[in-house]
């Protein structure tokens, strides 16, 4: 390749971008982090430390997951259950994440 | 334009129904971060030169990309590169972006749909290249 052209100012440029978007990235994670520690939304997260008035937790935390048709047939499968029988598979599912709750929090004290 | 009347023009603005949420990022260049509404999930990065207005979208890593299928992808990067409007695909790092250039000298209205295109055409590439991912 001949001689690369002096773009050095907008390599630079290039740089600053990349700098922001990493640093907004680690700004994201860290209130993303620290909300969920705090039992909070990631936006009353952003208003607490900004000292605006904000929602102290979530009244009622709660654990959704919308299961559609193409959902339950990959976990009746998973599970060897009908796909029909979805209070079963729904059974099944709330095991699972208890499960997985159980494994994670090994400091919960239970 | 520089960043400091941008972001002043962009805040009370709105283009073909969108409106624009701009962050300045602190650092010793100034970037600007821009949330177009109804494009949320890619932001836009602006920096102005003396050369160009740079606007710069982020869709993935190299490490999040199947890496079997990599020269399938560039392939196919480098072709839809050429159509897509107001855009280009790149590589910064091992970021691979969608980014548009402009004249130091474009008035807002061009600036604002330069950021309504990028955000737009992000999301489509997203979906586009979605098989790609490892």
């Known amino acids: ?110 | 334009m520089d960043t400091q009347s941008l972001t002043l023009a962009l805040g009370d603005a709105t283009h073909a129904g969108r409106t624009f949420d701009v962050m300045p990022v602190a650092g010793d260049e100034p970037v600007l971060q821009v949330t177009v509404s109804g494009a949320e999930e890619t932001p836009v990065y602006i920096t102005v030169t003396d050369t160009q207005i740079l606007c710069l979208a982020y869709l993935f890593d190299t490490q999040e990309l199947n890496p079997e299928r990599l020269h399938e992808l560039h392939e196919n990067m480098l072709r839809i590169s050429v159509p897509m409007p107001l855009s280009a695909l790149g590589k910064t790092g091992d970021h691979y972006v969608v980014y548009g250039a402009l004249s130091p000298t474009s008035g807002t209205a061009e600036i604002m749909q330069e950021l309504v295109t990028l955000a737009e055409n992000a999301i489509d590439l997203l979906q586009t290249f979605e098989d790609y991912l490892a």
């Open chain 1, 1 to 110: 390749m001949a001689k690369k052209p002096d773009w050095s100012k907008e390599e630079q440029a290039v740089q600053a971008v990349q700098l922001a978007f990493d640093l907004s990235n680690d700004i994201q994670r860290a209130f993303r982090v620290s909300a969920a520690l705090q039992d909070m939304s990631t936006a009353d997260m952003v208003r607490k430390v900004l000292q605006l008035p904000y929602r102290r937790a979530r009244a009622r935390p709660r654990l959704t997951v919308t299961l559609k048709d193409e959902d339950f047939e990959l976990l009746a499968q998973k599970y060897r259950l009908d796909p029909q029988d979805r209070a079963a598979i729904r059974h099944r599912v709330a095991e699972e994440l208890q499960g997985f709750a159980r494994n994670y929090l090994t400091d919960s004290g239970h």
